[in-house]
């Protein structure tokens, strides 16, 4: 499956961003999809996924209450509404595909290519 991120972009602290990842090749609703991100001088971390259905979700402490996973399957589109967004989020978000509900990067087979996001002070 080939997936483009898109969305990213420079916005204020507190403001919201909402991501999208177009995925096309496979039956989308067949994979679990995560989103990681890389921040500056940081390592890639597990931001959030969500099973094939969209009623399995999960969170990284650190997002979680500002920001929601969803899909629609029949657009097969997957989402990330970030909420309430702090300096600390600025990074290169990924989304990407697994065969199982996993915070875990080396679960997941499929990425994209990344959508920067910056959040100013």
């Known amino acids: 499956v080939q997936l483009q991120a898109s969305g990213g972009g420079l916005v204020q602290a507190g403001s919201s961003l909402r991501l999208s990842c177009a995925a096309s090749g496979h039956t989308f609703s067949r994979y679990y999809m995560g989103w990681f991100r890389r921040g500056p001088g940081k390592e890639r971390e597990f931001v959030g996924a969500i099973d094939w259905s969209g009623r399995n979700t999960a969170y990284a402490d650190s997002v979680k209450g500002r920001f929601t996973i969803s899909r629609d399957n029949v657009k097969n589109t997957l989402y990330l509404q970030m909420n309430s967004l702090k300096p600390d989020d600025t990074a290169i978000y990924y989304c990407?595909?697994?065969?199982?509900?996993?915070?875990?990067?080396?679960?997941?087979?499929?990425w994209g290519q990344g959508t920067q996001v910056t959040v100013s002070s």
């Open positions: 990407a595909a697994a065969a199982a509900l996993s915070g875990s990067p080396t679960q997941y087979d499929y």
